[in-house]
RNA sequence: CGGGGCGUUGUGUAACGGUAGCACGAACGCUUUGGGAGCGUUUAGUCUGGGUUCGAAUCCCAGCGCCCCGACCA
């Protein structure tokens, strides 16, 4: 991609309605842009960024036997009402169509996973399965906040399991949570899984969390064992489940993905059951597990940033490699032909080909922005036959030789 | 939803009730080219509606919007 070609503007200002950081690198380099209180625009970069994401989490589910489906966002109140989710669940959106006709703007798909089941399950023979979407949640949050950290509008990963009994209920959770390890790892964040209580859903959840005092959740990590309880959890019982132990760190933290056993809690109201090989119907057993995706972007950024811009881990770096080239025609020229190489290489590659920008202006641009690798071919380093290379994350510059660029990026 | 703060050009800000200015950006020209470079020209703004006043960005009322704290959080 052509930097002068590119659909942004980055800004040298500082927002001044951004107190995370997250949310002012994100909006200052051109990621995201704000339409109202808790509603983004994903730019090409802030895109690209989420379709990485986006993908890490597709691979992680289909290994652990996810199916992809899309549901839709609009959904019958009827649904609602039988859950009961229709009065109890205040930031479900509601909107009326034509025929005073009454709607739920999905806030998570039980309500249509469970009847959509019920079309396919009949017999034990078609359990347990797993279906999974990637795709925007509704949620009239009384108060958004921190940028893309909790918006009215997101996309979010949620599977869905279906199980004939608890035992296989209780292994897929913990497959599950496994899966959920390593796509934050992938990621390049640190997490805490977290044992938090179900709020509606369930007894017991475990939330994901990272440590980030751009957060809004307390978490309690036991200083013994290390495992971590959320306030609720403390609340009840302030000992350590695991050890006993009484002594804990509090930090603040934000969630970024959650996992629940909802057993019987949605296919009880849409008799969603199964005949069992004794020949009895009985109830699907649920569960369900959500990762927000532009939150675990935001996490992403907070975790990983200097006071220079964001340092995008290489996994979900809108490019891999930054290309800069200081000087006039002839540099340029050198640079067209290293762009189309890398290029031509499948090697992601933004090139600033900008031609009215001073190298102050590129290189602090290239801070903001934070792909991992930034090439620079200056004369100096045509000189050598070399363009120099530098990771975001460190000090050091090396040259390296334009002919062996491939093996470096 | 309670409390607080704030709405001035694309962004960041200034202006006692009396000429809406500065910086960044953007555009053009010339000069520059290894850490946000220089000169010149240009561009674009007082959230909305009322009120007070000779005169309102400024004071008052209402609305709308944004941010923060709290509450809430499938």
């Known amino acids: ?35 109202m209180a808790g509603v983004y625009s994903f730019l090409p970069l802030g895109f690209r960024v989420l379709k990485n994401i986006e993908q890490i989490i597709r691979k992680n589910m ?17 649904n609602w009402v039988k859950t009961g989710r229709w009065d109890s669940v205040d930031v479900l959106f509601k ?30 023979r078609d359990l347990p399965f797993y279906v999974f979407q990637i795709q925007n949640k509704f949620r009239d949050e009384l108060r958004a906040k921190s940028g893309i950290l909790r918006t ?42 977290t044992l ?12 994901f969390q990272m440590l980030t005092n751009a957060g809004e959740d307390l978490i309690y990590i036991c200083k013994k064992c290390s495992i971590a309880i959320n306030k609720e959890i403390k609340g009840e019982n302030p000992t350590c489940p695991k050890c006993g132990n009484t002594e804990f760190d509090e930090k603040k933290s934000v969630e970024v993905g959650n996992i629940f056993k909802l057993g019987t809690k949605f296919s009880t109201p849409f008799d969603l059951k199964f005949t069992d090989r004794d020949g009895h119907d009985k109830p699907v057993l649920m569960g369900c597990y959500g990762i927000g995706l532009g939150r675990l972007m935001g996490a992403i950024v907070e975790a ?13 770096a809108p490019f891999k490699v930054h290309l800069i080239h200081l000087g006039g025609p002839k540099v340029k020229t050198s640079a067209d032909k290293i762009y189309k190489t890398l290029h031509g290489e499948g090697v992601e590659v933004l ?25 620079v071919v200056s004369e100096k380093t045509l000189e050598k036959n070399s363009v120099e290379l530098k990771e975001r994350s460190k000090d050091a510059v090396k040259l390296i030789k334009i002919k062996e660029i491939l093996k470096h990026v």
């Not at 090139?351 to 090439?375: C, M, Q, V, Y």
Request: hydrophobic share 35%; with cysteine.
């Open 95 to 124: 909107l009326k169509g034509s025929g005073d006709k009454e709607y739920g703007l999905g806030l998570s798909h039980e309500e249509v996973v469970a009847p959509l089941a019920k079309k396919i399950v009949f017999s034990y």
């Open 351 to 375: 090139w600033d080909d900008r031609e009215n920008k001073t190298a102050g202006e590129k290189f602090a641009e290239s801070d903001l922005l934070g792909i991992p690798l930034r090439l």
């Open 152 to 193: 009215r509008e997101f996309l979010m990963k949620d599977l869905y399991s279906f199980h004939a009994n608890q035992g296989d209920l209780d292994k897929y959770y913990e497959i599950c949570a496994k899966a959920y390890k390593n796509i934050f790892k992938e990621t390049g964040i640190k997490v805490y899984r």
């Open 304 to 316: 990983s940033h200097d006071d220079r811009g964001i340092i995008w881990p290489k996994s979900v």
């Open 196 to 207: 938090a209580s179900g709020g509606s859903f369930s007894k017991y959840s475990d939330e």
């Open 1 to 35: 991609m052509q930097q002068s070609k590119l659909f942004y503007k980055a800004n040298k200002n500082k927002s001044a309605n951004a107190e995370s950081v997250s949310h002012d690198l994100l909006v200052r380099a051109g990621y995201v842009d704000q339409l």
């Open 62 to 78: 289909e290994e652990i036997g996810g199916q992809e489906i899309l549901m839709p966002s609009l959904s019958p109140k009827e």
